[in-house]
Every structure is written in C-alpha cells, then in structure tokens.
C-alpha cells in the first residue's frame, strides 16, 4: 500500500507539473499481440500470446511472450482449453493437449485469451475447404547442370484443386541440410550442400525455407526456389483471409515486416488468428553434379 501510494503521489506531481513546463513524454503502453494459424487436418498448436514491446529498446522475444494467459478455442461444439510450452528457441506458444483432435475444414472456430492483466482478446476464424492435388510434383528433380541457365521447367509444374481461396502461398523447405548421400541407391557419405539460390542468412545460418505467392491454383516452381539439394518439402497454402493477407502484409509487401491494423482481426489487441488448407509433397533434389 506505501508502494502504491508513493506512485499515486508520483503522478499526481506529474500532472501538476505538466500545466507549468512541457508535457513530459508519453510513457510506452504494451499491447497485448496473438499470432495463431489453424491448419486443416493438423493438430491445434503454435498459438503464440505476446506483449508488443517499444521500438527504442533491443527486441527481447523471450520477454515479450506471455506464458500465464488463459487460452480457448471452440469450434465445432467444442471448446478446447489450451496450455503453454517452451520452444527451443527461448520463446513459447499454446497447444491443444488432445492430441486426437484436428482441424476440420469449412469450420468456424474462435478464440479467446484473458491476459494475466485483465484484458480479453477475440477473434475467429473459418478455415477453407480442403484441397488435393490436380498434378502432383515428382518425387525425384535433377538440379541443372548449367547453373547459368536456370529457366523453368515443366518438371516443376503443379496444380492444385481451388478449394474456396482466393490466392494461394507456397512454402519450399530443406528438410535435411546434412544428409544427402544416404538417401541414394546404393548410400553414401556423400554430405548435402547449398545450391547457388540465394537465400536469406541469419548471422552465419542460411534459412532452409522459401515462401512464394501463387495468384492461381497452380505454380511453376523455379529452380532459386529451392536453396539446398537433398530432401525438401513443397507446402501449398489455401489460406483464409486473414491467413493471406497478415502474411503477405509482414512478408511480400513491403522491405521490411510492419504492422498494419487493418490486417489485424484480434478484438482487444494486435495480429492476427487465421487458417489455411495445405497440401505436401516431399521431394529429392539430385545435385547439378550428377
């Protein structure tokens, strides 16, 4: 009570110091931040609750996540009460304990946090119809042997059913950066490499993963798709709205990610809670050697 009373007098001499001199700078307000993605057929998981922080101090991702809020989502009939984990990476998000349970298609969920604060945060989702393959990507590529001459291929080519999305986002991961000749008939010790794509780098790790955006239900991969030979995985993405355009938003549409509210479908705080349909497709990439 002393502690709070101090404060209060604190603000009080603020205030009545303000109507002399200048008004003091406003002090930073966090806001509460939610970034979740329902995938149809997958397990509920990666719900992240997070508090913004203010862009004149060094980024603490660890700080900012928030592990003590209360977490819901209901869709279906049914309401399902979520509980925090650690990720490796020092931060944390929110899961589905059940692990029975996946994401229907054509569903509308909603979800539901009550921060340690008080605050309440809403919003919901529809996830798209389900998706399936027209004309499905090989299981086997052979890199170019003239790096110099790295049109597109035919090999390449894909096509998906529609569903009810409007646009479509495809992902193209390395699954292992290490591993290369084991995966060949006969094995070897033969050790992955990078192929000439550049790909972005992260102090001196370079990312395993390329995001592309398809206007239409199909795609003709280019070979700088793909930044690592060996195994990889095509991920396509029917998203909702909110799925596609927070996502283009933070990643195509501008040099570097910014918040835009209108992107934002969180009643009570920022970012956003959206749902795609996918597709997948792993695939060997034979190096340009061979």
Known sequence: MKKSRSLLLVLCTLVLAAGCEDAPPTEY???PYVQGYLLVGERIEN????QSQPI?????????IVRDASVSIEGGGVEMHLIYRDDPDGGGSYFCPDTTVRV???????LV????GGEVLRAETTTPQSISWVLEPPSDLQYPRDTTKLESSDSLRMIWSPGNSAEYLLRVRAVDTVGYGRYLDPPSEESNARTNSRGEK?????SVTQWVYAPLNRMRLGWTSFTWFGR???TVFAPDYWFLEWFKSTQFSRI????DQRESNIDGGLGVFGSASILRKELFLQKNGR
């Open 232 to 234: 990889n995985e095509i």
């Open 256 to 259: 570097s990610a910014e918040f």
């Open 29 to 31: 307000v966090a806001r």
């Open 104 to 110: 229907a298609p054509e569903t509308t969920y909603r």
């Open 47 to 50: 719900i992240v609750v997070a």
């Open 56 to 64: 004149d101090r060094p980024f603490d991702y660890s700080a900012s």
């Open 202 to 206: 992260r102090g001196t790790t370079y």
């Open 113 to 116: 946090v009550r921060m340690p």
